[in-house]
């Protein structure tokens, strides 16, 4: 099985890197937003 090499995204304004244990807890807080969760779908709340 072949290996996944994972290589940053670049735009001209913009770079994607692979996601580090330093950014956990900004996604805790961004997934955890009333907010953020109106645009992401799923099931509605009750």
Same mark, same amino acid.
């Given at each position: 099985?072949?290996e +996944?090499?994972?290589? #940053?995204?670049?735009?001209?304004? +913009?770079?994607?890197?692979?996601? @580090? @244990?330093?950014?956990?807890? @900004?996604?805790?807080?961004?997934? @955890?937003?009333?907010?953020?969760?109106?645009?992401? *779908? *799923? #099931?509605?709340? #009750?």
């Open positions: 099985m072949t +996944l090499r994972v290589v #940053p995204i670049r735009t001209e304004r +913009l770079v994607l890197r692979e996601p @580090a @244990a330093r950014d956990r807890t @900004a996604f805790i807080e961004l997934l @955890a937003s009333p907010e953020v969760h109106s645009y992401l *779908g *799923g #099931p509605p709340s #009750p």
